[in-house]
């Protein structure tokens, strides 16, 4: 069975930091790229970060400069860190997994709400 649940999601000030995790089961970690996506109420989903297996990282611009995404392939554990948060940061973050090995699927999380409010 296929897990990816998503912790650490909550209200946070503007200007203030959040800290998500996602643990996974299921799948085979090591050669997954995990990846961190948001939707907002009535927009699509985007991305937000990625990282493979290799620890090759790649942020949308939204994100870029003020995330870091890691991962702790002993733990099978994916993490985002954001800072300076604005209220466009406000949604639904999903963890995302996509193997990279040849027919691999991709799998999502059921998501964690990031509320940016005063």
Do not use: H
């Not at 946070?12 to 939707?39: E, K």
Request: glycine fraction near 12%; proline fraction near 3%.
């Amino acid at each position: 069975q296929v897990q990816l649940v998503e912790s650490g999601g909550g209200l946070v000030q503007p200007g203030g930091s959040l800290s998500l995790s996602c643990a996974a089961s299921g799948i085979d970690f090591s050669r997954s790229t995990m990846g961190w996506y948001r939707q907002a109420p009535g927009k699509e989903r985007e991305l937000v970060a990625t990282i493979s297996s290799g620890r090759y990282r790649s942020y949308a611009d939204s994100a870029k400069g003020r995330s870091t995404i890691s991962r702790d392939n002993a733990k099978n554990t994916v993490y985002l860190q954001m800072y300076d948060l604005k209220p466009d940061d406000t949604a639904v973050y999903y963890c995302n997994a996509r193997a990279e090995y040849w027919g691999g699927q991709a799998y999502w999380g059921k998501g964690t709400l990031v509320n940016v409010s005063s």
